[in-house]
C-alpha cells in the first residue's frame, strides 16, 4: 500500500492562475497568501482544513514541502 503525499505550497497569484481556485473536496475557493495542498495519489489541490480531515483519517500521510515551489518552472517560462 503506497502513503498518501502531499505537497505543499503559499498560494500566490501567479500561481491561482496556474491552478482551479477551488477545494477538491469542500469546494471553497482559494485566496492569495493561503497554504494549498496538492494530493500527488488523487491529481487534485485541497485546502488546509480539509488537509487536516484526511491527515487524522490516513495514517499512511506524508507531507512534502517544496523547497522550488510546484510552480516554478511553469512560472519562470
Known amino acids: 500500500m ?5 505537497l ?9 492562475l496556474q491552478v482551479t481556485r477551488l477545494c477538491a473536496e469542500c469546494y471553497e475557493g ?6 494549498i495542498h496538492y494530493d500527488m495519489q488523487h491529481y487534485r489541490y485541497i ?5 487536516q480531515h484526511l491527515q ?5 500521510f506524508e507531507e512534502r514541502e517544496e523547497v522550488y515551489g ?3 518552472e511553469v512560472l519562470a517560462k
Do not use: D, N, R, W
Open 70 to 72: 510546484l510552480f516554478e
Open 30 to 35: 482559494f485566496v492569495v497568501g493561503e497554504v
Open 56 to 60: 487524522e483519517k490516513h495514517p499512511s
Open 2 to 6: 503506497s502513503s498518501v503525499v502531499f
Open 47 to 51: 485546502c488546509s482544513s480539509c488537509h
Open 8 to 16: 505543499s505550497q503559499e498560494a500566490t497569484e501567479a500561481i491561482l
